[in-house]
């Protein structure tokens, strides 16, 4: 049986090799290789980062791959082509996986039932809790991500939230969490949460303007200008932080932070978590 996989974040290509990250290999390693005699995945490629280390893991251990290079500036012929590239997925699959929220999953539901091809959705996020969900755009996005829950075979919702909110549409959706890979070694309880001479708040994800970093730095001077000069913010994560710390050069709050490039999981990301009063995750 040959499954395919609409990924809604890219994939890696360098030196003639395909890397994806640590999250996307583990469920599809652990959660769908085992159980498809083939795969078959379509996504965007990118040729550089300029911070590539959470590109790890090459996918040489999936028996079938096609990842689809979709470096089109203009729009319209991306458009185009993006629904070629999920149509010939559509036609070669038994099944399709598809993440969402995005435009591309949305896409190949489409297709799908078009073609009556069975899929299955793994909703990380929703359309509306994005930064830039405004207008017609954003309803038009919301409307035919709920058409494609309600036809899907089953819908895993990621958190009780969006559960609730599936379950509306779709009786057959299923709560489910990413694969957090910690033993009870990794497990501790602090007696002294937010009691100490110094209370640290944490951010561990990318530091991508969509993910409204600047807003936690915004929020430790309001903090200070209140009086609480003893909260401290940490931030781990790729991308470009130039701009981040000008934000907080000009709030007079730098040497309060502490930035951090991307650790993976393990136990020195697993030391940052113990340390903190409080914290805020974005994959």
Known sequence: MKLGVVLHHSILYRDKKYFMKEIWYDYINLALKPFFQNLIIAAPVTFYRDNDRNYYFQTAEISSNEYE????????????????????????????WIFMPCWRGVISALLCMLKKTPFVIYLGGDFSSSTNAKGLSAALKNLLQNFAIKHSVFTLAAGKKLTSMCRKIQPATYETYPVIKL??????????????????????????????????IEGLAILHQKGYHNVRLILIGPGEKIYLKQIANKLGIDKYITFYDYIPNGPKLYEKYKQAETCRVYC
């Open 69 to 96: 290079i979709m470096n089109i500036k203009n729009n319209k012929i991306k458009f185009f082509h993006t629904i070629f590239v999920h149509w010939k997925l559509v036609r070669k699959s038994d099944l399709l």
């Open 183 to 216: 033993s009870l070694d990794h497990i501790s309880k602090r007696a002294d949460t937010c009691h100490g001479e110094k209370i640290y708040c944490l951010y561990v994800g990318s530091m991508g303007t969509h993910k409204c970093v600047n807003v936690l």
